[in-house]
């Protein structure tokens, strides 16, 4: 059967009748500091993420492994109009970008990658298991969509316990089409939870592109039946993401109930490191990173503002140092005990 070819771009309004509609953001207006600590953030999760894709070739890295490369605008713009302490966040597999935006030790994550005993969940739980409840960092989930209903589960927790507190869950465009998500809307919008869905819509799923597997491709629509306002983001852009980050979560905050934001956005790697990547043409990822790249963008921006090349190239430098020292960390430092084999393992009656 011919499907309609996919809608490129979003009309303004979708038609909620009678619900406030949170304003349409405003692109962040960046000082020269906050700018440069956003690039700083997006360009420590690209080369984090580039060592980890090296160290998995190496064999240093075992299991899944899903790389966060292409979309490190959402996690940083997103994550720096947190209040760290307050709000929590979760998300799927693909979790490191997101783990790194939130101040989270480089060399932790990367130990856990390697399945070291110093890793943030002691080596037990890999790529796509890691959590930090100081941080309010709930994971780091291998269930697709399963993190949107614990999200939803959270943002309750933030109500009941009335401490003003946000939560941000974060899912894909494959995940956007499971059926639990809905459930959870449902009662987010009945319960007005404080909850900013986020759909970071890289446009693949696996091997299947949002236009082939999703009827209604415009995914910031996708709450509308629940009264759940929703709106589209250049997810390639921090500036746009850090803009629509506050709207959505000042909207949440002040108890307006839950927000819906798209992130247009793209990975240039394989859905995970086994992915030959067959389903789509050199040339659509190489014109992706050409035009849209987050991190070139906002080293233009950074131009603009008058910070020079070489605070650039510091930059550079010191990130390049950060990655190399959670390497070595992470295959020098010793795997679990076999004794941790017996510990944190639930053994209940039902
Ligand atoms: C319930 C469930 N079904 C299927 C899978 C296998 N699976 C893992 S990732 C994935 C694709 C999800 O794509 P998307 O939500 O777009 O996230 P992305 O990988 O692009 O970040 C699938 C089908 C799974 N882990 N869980
Ligand atoms: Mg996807």
Redesign the pocket.
């Known amino acids: 059967m011919a499907k309609s070819p996919a809608r490129k771009t979003a009309s303004a309004e979708p038609p909620i009748p009678n619900r406030e509609r949170p304003a349409q953001p405003d692109r962040y207006k960046a000082s020269a500091e906050e700018l440069t600590e956003f690039y700083r953030q997006m360009l420590l999760i690209r080369r984090f993420e580039e060592k980890a894709g090296q160290l998995y070739g190496m064999g240093l890295i075992g299991g899944f492994c899903?790389l966060y490369i292409g979309q490190e605008a959402v996690a940083v713009g997103l994550q720096s109009a947190l209040t760290i302490g307050k709000d929590s966040v979760i998300t799927?597999?693909?979790d490191h970008g997101h783990m790194l935006a939130y101040g989270i030790d480089p060399k932790v994550i990367m130990a856990e990658l390697t399945g070291r005993a110093a890793g943030i969940s002691r080596g037990k739980g890999g790529s796509m298991h890691m959590f930090s409840v100081e941080h309010g960092f709930y994971g780091g989930h291998?269930?697709?969509?399963?993190q949107v209903s614990l999200g939803a589960g959270l943002g309750f927790a933030h109500k009941y316990k009335d401490d003003g507190g946000i939560c941000l869950a974060y899912?894909?465009?494959?995940?956007?089409n499971?059926g639990q998500v809905y459930e959870s809307f449902n009662m987010a919008e009945l319960w007005k939870l404080p909850v900013v869905f986020v759909i970071?819509n890289?446009q693949?799923?696996?091997g299947t592109s949002v236009n082939r597997s999703s009827a209604e491709d415009q995914l910031y629509r996708r709450g509308e039946s629940f009264r759940i306002p929703g709106i589209q983001v250049d997810g390639m852009d921090v500036l746009a993401v850090r803009g629509a980050a506050e709207v959505a979560i000042n909207w949440a905050r002040e108890g307006k109930g839950p927000v819906l934001l798209e992130m247009k956005t793209y990975?240039y790697r394989g859905?995970s490191m086994s992915d030959p990547a067959k389903y789509r043409s050199r040339e659509e990822v190489q014109a992706m990173r050409d035009k849209s790249d987050p991190i070139e963008g906002a080293k233009r921006e950074l131009e603009k503002l008058g910070v020079g090349e070489d605070a650039l190239k510091a930059i550079e430098k010191e990130i390049k140092a950060v990655v190399a020292e959670s390497a070595d960390f992470a295959e020098q430092s010793p795997e679990p005990p076999l004794d941790d084999l017996h510990t944190d393992v639930l053994v209940g009656t039902y």
Not at 142 to 146: L, M, N, P, Q, R
Not at 171 to 176: E, R
């Open positions: 899903h799927g597999y693909r291998g269930i697709v969509g399963a899912f894909g465009d494959g995940a956007a499971q970071e890289n693949y799923a696996m990975r859905h």
